[in-house]
């Protein structure tokens, strides 16, 4: 693990990654933040939320904290670890939080991530997405020269070799994981294709195979509890065969990773499985709490819903309408809509650049020019991406300024 999070630290780990600045979030102030970012966590630490410029993205620390406790536990009480996917927060200090509860580390989707959180001090790192270009092997080749727990996601035997070759020149051997496709999206289709390519990364000693990713993005939001768990369960037989085949062939399993927190209560169901990359718990969002329970409760309620944007009531002039600040900028998606708390019989429509416009026959008081209301967000991930900071809110107070470390970092 590198050193707390410092500009001494951040110097040090640039200059042993060799990684070109350009790839790299480098911040300029004290305790890695900048000073704008200094300025920031200043001024507003102590306020109530509802003094906050707006649209603001606001996490309770109260439930986010309840959240990482209650998926640490209930994964261990099935004998999984946790990976959580920092896709979600794209946040070194949120990573942390996970990594302190007992995380087995964090999953990054883009090396653009990966290098963003590991500059800020997050080591154990597992990509899940497929580095196949030249440029990015070099760059996720830096990061294993950073961190020996670097994990190398592979899904194609050319990609394996070209990483096998920049391992042997930077003189180290690299952790990789196959990823075997759940569905069509990404990973090598699951069957005997895997299994060979499993075989060719064990005979390249520049790389060192841990296992296998196997994630299913179909099942998480499937509604219905009984219908997510027989559909998760069987859309992974294949790669529970894969994992079989590897295991016999005296090949490394010791990671059998996927899952999210649509399916962290079944995948212990799968034979050999290790850990889940859960994402989504940490906050909530319109899209799970809508996916029901395995009680049959029509509300996802495992985890508390600790995320939401707060905006400014700009218009009200016209009767069942107000307009707000926050629209597809500040919300991404429309679908499904926004939520406003408190206030069940508004529909919120983000569907403007600028604005949202919520149109009501029904609201708990009246609303004036100036007035916050509080949202919850359509689908977290790419509403966390647009915002610069996330303030930590406990009992409605501003406890602390995140910056979100890895914004914008799709490449
Ligand atoms: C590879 C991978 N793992 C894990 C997750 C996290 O899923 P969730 O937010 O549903 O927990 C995602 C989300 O898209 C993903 O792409």
């Not at 090396?111 to 580095?131: K, W």
């Not at 990713?213 to 294949?238: M, P, V, W």
């Not at 894969?242 to 999210?260: H, N, Y």
């Not at 995948?267 to 395995?294: C, K, R, W």
Request: aromatic share 6%; proline share 4%.
């Amino acid at each position: 693990m590198m050193p707390a999070d410092s500009p001494a630290s951040r110097r040090t780990f640039l200059a042993a990654s060799g990684m070109a600045a350009a790839h790299v979030w480098v911040p300029t102030g004290a305790n890695g933040y900048t000073p704008e970012e200094m300025r920031e966590r200043v001024s507003t630490t102590g306020i109530s939320k509802w003094e906050l410029d707006t649209p603001a993205l606001c996490v309770d620390l109260d439930a986010l904290e309840a959240n990482i406790a209650t998926m640490q536990s209930r994964l261990a009480a099935k004998g999984l670890g946790a990976r959580p996917h920092a896709k979600t927060h794209k946040s070194a200090d949120i990573a942390r939080k996970q990594l302190a509860a007992g995380a087995l580390g964090i999953c990054t989707s883009k090396v653009s991530e990966a290098e963003a959180l590991m500059a800020a001090g997050i080591d154990r790192i597992c990509m899940t997405t497929t580095n196949p270009s030249a440029s990015k092997v070099r760059r996720a080749m830096a990061l294993s020269r950073t961190s020996p727990h670097f994990i190398h996601a592979v899904d194609d035997e050319k990609n394996a070799r070209d990483l096998a070759d920049a391992a042997r020149d930077a003189k180290l051997t690299a952790n990789v994981v196959i990823d075997v496709a759940v569905g069509t999206r990404s990973g090598i289709p699951a069957g005997e294709g895997a299994v060979a390519l499993a075989e060719t990364i064990s005979r390249l000693p520049q790389l060192r195979l841990r296992g296998l990713l196997s994630y299913d993005g179909g099942a998480q939001h499937i509604t219905g509890f009984a219908t997510r768990r027989t559909t998760a369960l069987k859309n992974i037989e294949a790669n529970a065969a894969v994992f079989e085949a590897l295991k016999r062939k005296g090949l490394p399993t010791e990671i059998f990773s996927g899952g999210g927190t649509g399916t962290y209560n079944i995948q212990h169901e799968v034979p050999g499985f290790t850990d889940v990359q859960v994402g989504s718990y940490l906050f909530m969002d319109m899209q799970y709490l809508a996916i029901g329970n395995a009680e049959g409760g029509v509300v996802y309620d495992d985890f508390q819903r600790s995320l939401t944007v707060l905006a400014t009531v700009l218009n009200n002039r016209f009767p069942g309408r107000l307009t707000t600040d926050a629209g597809a900028k500040a919300l991404t998606l429309n679908v499904p809509r926004a939520g406003v708390v408190g206030e069940p019989g508004m529909d919120y429509n983000a569907g403007s650049d600028e604005f949202g416009v919520i149109t009501y026959k029904q609201a708990t008081k009246s609303y004036a020019i100036g007035d916050k209301l509080e949202l919850v967000v359509p689908h977290c991930d790419p509403v966390v991406n647009l915002y610069d900071q996330i303030y930590g809110i406990r009992k409605d107070r501003v406890e602390v300024v995140w910056p979100i470390t890895a914004r914008g970092k799709s490449q």
